[in-house]
């Protein structure tokens, strides 16, 4: 939380907090992605009925609604909004069972430098609480959109590679 305290206001944090704390969220039905369009990885998630950090955060994230901060905001400090709703998001999630996080198949699946916010900020939140599954998915390998293995606590890709 201390991350999401560096990018947020007190004031934005709570807001955001209680979005995530009310009847539109779904437990262990979000899904987390790196390394693809976010639009893909809305589409996946719609398809499958979870939540994106966009569809979590709802009218926060919706430029049409007087709630969304993005029109008051300059480009770098929506960015810092956003990592800070990441960051909540991450760590909501990491309260329940399991998570899908959308990415590119083996041996691509991250960025061999780091740097995205799913490296940086959204997975070590995730596996900080130890007791949350996290599933990988491939949406972009035909035959593949749906097929979901673990790799944390136990890393599973052998399932993967045995099957694709």
Not at 17 to 46: I, L
Request: hydrophobic share 35%; net charge neutral; glycine share 6%.
């Amino acid at each position: 939380l201390e991350f999401a305290l560096k990018c947020l206001t007190l004031d934005e944090a709570v807001q955001i907090c209680r979005r995530f704390r009310d009847n539109t969220w779904r437990p262990d039905c979000q899904v987390m992605w790196t390394g693809m369009p976010r639009e893909h990885a809305q589409r996946w998630a719609d398809g499958h009925t979870m939540q994106t950090l966009t569809t979590a955060m709802g009218p926060f994230m919706d430029p049409e609604h007087p709630s969304c901060l993005r029109c008051k905001k300059s480009a770098p400090a929506w960015s810092r909004y956003v990592k800070g709703a990441s960051a909540l998001f991450a760590y909501h999630i990491s309260r329940g069972k399991r998570v899908v996080v959308l990415s590119p198949p083996p041996p691509d699946r991250f960025h061999p430098c780091g740097g995205t916010n799913y490296q940086e900020i959204e997975e070590p939140i995730l596996k900080r609480g130890g007791l949350l599954e996290i599933e990988m998915v491939h949406p972009s390998v035909n035959g593949a959109e749906s097929f979901r293995y673990q790799i944390w606590p136990v890393d599973m890709t052998c399932l993967w590679v045995e099957s694709f």
